[in-house]
C-alpha cells in the first residue's frame, strides 16, 4: 500500500518537536515516515490473540526498600566543589549558545 505523507504534516510535527528542517530534511523526512507509516500497518496485520500485554518487562523482579528519611548533603559542601557558582546554585554554561551559533 502505497503511504504519503504531505510536507505541512512533516512541518507541523517538527514544530512540535522544536525542530527547523530545509527543504530537502523534509524529502528525506516524508520518505523516513512513509516507511514508519508500513512498518506500523504490518505490524496491526499481525494475529495477537491470546497473547498477553507486556506491562513492564520487570514485573514481579522488583523490590521496593523501605522508605526511610536519611540526613541529606550538606549544600556548602557540595557547592565548594563547583568550578562555578552564584549564591547557592550551579552556575553552567548555555546548552542554547551553540544551537543559535549553528543557525
Not at 505541512?8 to 523516513?32: F, N, P
Not at 490473540?49 to 559542601?77: A, Y
Amino acid at each position: 500500500m502505497e503511504v504519503k505523507i504531505d510536507k505541512r504534516t512533516i512541518q507541523r510535527i517538527a514544530e512540535l518537536a522544536k525542530l527547523s528542517l530545509k527543504d530537502d530534511e523534509l524529502d528525506s523526512m516524508q520518505e523516513h515516515f512513509a516507511r514508519m507509516i508500513k512498518n506500523f500497518q504490518k505490524l496491526q496485520e499481525l494475529n495477537l490473540e491470546g497473547v498477553d500485554q507486556l506491562v513492564n518487562p520487570h514485573e514481579g523482579l522488583q523490590r521496593m526498600r523501605e522508605d526511610i528519611p536519611s540526613k541529606g548533603v550538606d549544600r556548602e559542601e557540595v557547592l565548594s566543589a563547583a568550578p562555578d557558582r552564584k549564591d547557592h546554585f550551579f552556575r553552567v554554561p548555555s546548552p542554547l549558545k551553540e544551537v543559535r551559533k549553528k543557525q
